[in-house]
């Protein structure tokens, strides 16, 4: 779907990590629990970071599209890719089970802590430079 990649940038780079969530969703499913998140202790956009980087991609250059089944979720369209990510994530991703307000102060503060890190390293997993990813 031409129409679906043409998005503003911010807009696709949601619609890619949707996308690559949705791919691992059977792998990260079993675990969840009520008023429980699934958390990935290596932080996910780190573990896609590297898959996509160590393939040439970045989240800018991955095509999407609609879930056949489900018409709010993405899928990625190159298959290869996305088994190659289910196989990386199996192997690589470190999970575990914790509370919903655990998960989201984690996110806030660990993340950005590691995003800045890494962009300070002038890596980014959206091919941009460094001086131009981020503006604080």
Do not use: C, M
């Not at 990260?28 to 429980?36: D, E, F, Q, W």
């Not at 956009?45 to 999407?64: A, C, I, K, N, P």
């Amino acid at each position: 779907d031409k129409a679906l990649n043409n998005d503003s940038s911010w807009k696709l780079k949601k619609k890619v990590l949707q996308a690559f969530r949705s791919e691992i969703d059977p792998q990260v499913a079993p675990l969840r629990a009520a008023g429980k998140h699934v958390d990935h202790i290596i932080p996910f956009h780190v573990l896609l970071s590297d898959f996509l980087l160590d393939r040439g991609y970045t989240v800018l250059t991955v095509q999407v599209d609609w879930h056949p089944e489900d018409k709010t979720k993405f899928i990625v369209v190159d298959r290869e890719l996305a088994n190659a990510w289910i196989g990386y994530h199996l192997q690589h991703a470190k999970l575990r089970v914790i509370s919903a307000a655990e998960n989201l102060r984690k996110g806030g503060e660990e993340d950005l802590a590691i995003y800045r890190y890494r962009l300070a390293r002038g890596e980014t997993y959206d091919g941009e430079t460094s001086a131009n990813s981020v503006s604080h």
